[in-house]
Nanobody, 129 residues
Framework: QVQLVESGGGLVQAGGSLRLSCAVS????????MAWFRQAPGKEREFVAV?????????YTDSAKGRFTISRDNGKNTMYLRMNNLKPAEDTAVYYC?????????????????????WGQGTQVAVSS
């Protein structure tokens, strides 16, 4: 069984930066495609970014392109999300990491939450104006 634990959230001013981490335990992270999702109050969970098992392929939602960077260190069993130029309304949310057992590329529809069997408990990101 795979467990995911997020960390690194917090309160930051608009324009600031945060780096989220997702620690994987129970099995090597290198077997999994991993992603970040977020959910703001009153809204549905939405896709943010995804990375394949080796880190050679990534994809982002449009609002994250140019501001966020997803990466991973399989030696440390950890995935990251570097977030720059944070925006209050757009980025304030609970951020979740997710994993799907999959080697190769990003697969079909990596933005769909239903593809991921494993989820963390979430970490809160609040951006003040």
């Amino acid at each position: 069984q795979v467990q995911l634990v997020e960390s690194g959230g917090g309160l930051v001013q608009a324009g600031g930066s945060l780096r989220l981490s997702c620690a994987v335990s129970g099995r090597s992270a290198s077997y999994y495609r991993m992603a970040w999702f977020r959910q703001a109050p009153g809204k549905e969970r939405e896709f943010v970014a995804v990375i394949n098992w080796s880190g050679s392929a990534t994809a982002y939602t449009d609002s994250a392109k140019g501001r966020f960077t997803i990466s991973r260190d399989n030696g440390k069993n950890t995935m990251y999300l570097r977030m720059n130029n944070l925006k209050p309304a757009e980025d304030t949310a609970v951020y979740y990491c997710a994993a799907r057992y999959e080697l190769g590329g990003l697969g079909d529809s990596p933005h769909m939450s239903s593809q991921y069997a494993y989820w963390g408990q979430g970490t809160q990101v609040a951006v003040s104006s």
